[in-house]
Each structure stands twice: as C-alpha cells, then as structure tokens.
Nanobody
C-alpha cells in the first residue's frame, strides 16, 4: 500500500507559479509511475503530467506543455508538479496518483491505470 498526500495548493494570480508536492509513504516510489491529475467542477478528471518509474519518460497535456514540469525525488519519496505562468483555466483540484508499473519507459495518462490516489489540493488562479 502507498499513501499519498498532496500539498502546495492555494490562491494565486494569473502569471504566477506554484509547486505542488506529493509525499508518499508505505512503499518507496522508485519503482512506481506517477501522475498528476486535475478535476474542475463539472469536468472529467484529466492527466496534466505523468512520469515513468525510471524517470526517463514524461507525458504532458497539451494545455500545460511548456508551463508544467513533473519530477520525482526518490530519496524524499516525493513527486512534484512545478506550475508556471498559471492561467484561470488551471483552476481545479489537483491529485497525485501512483501505480507500480513494469514498463520502464511508460508514463500512464489514464486515471484507470493508477492504483493509488491522494485526497487532492485546491489550486485557484484569479484573473
């Protein structure tokens, strides 16, 4: 079992930055693929970034490419989402997810592919 706790959300103005953290416990995430998802009211949960367990492959949604960066610190058992140049349409609850995955270079982007989820952290971007 892996427990995930997100932090770092908050209220910012458009153009500002935030860094979300996802602290994992229970198991080392060095062999887990990790993902960041978001869900706005009335919308489906979408993957904004994913990282293969090897760290060698990433996925980003088109809407965040060039602005968001996912990274992992195995020593701290923590995954990060650096979000720059935030826009009002980035407003959502952001969730961290994890799955043990045998494919070294695979960064899963579907919610159904993940086994473990955090409770989420709210990000609100004002215009």
């Amino acid at each position: 079992q892996v427990q995930l706790v997100e932090s770092g959300g908050g209220l910012v103005q458009a153009g500002e930055s935030l860094r979300l953290s996802c602290a994992a416990s229970g198991r080392p995430i060095s062999s887990y693929a990790m993902g960041w998802f978001r869900q706005a009211p009335g919308k489906e949960r979408e993957c904004v970034g994913a990282l293969s367990w090897s760290g060698g492959s990433t996925y980003y949604a088109d809407s965040v490419k060039g602005r968001f960066t996912i990274s992992k610190d195995n020593a701290k058992n923590t995954v990060y989402l650096q979000m720059n140049n935030l826009k009002p349409e980035d407003t959502a609850v952001y969730y961290c997810a994890a799955v043990p995955h045998p494919a070294r270079w695979y960064a899963p982007k579907s919610p159904n592919e993940y086994d473990y989820w955090g409770a989420g952290t709210q990000v609100t971007v004002s215009s």
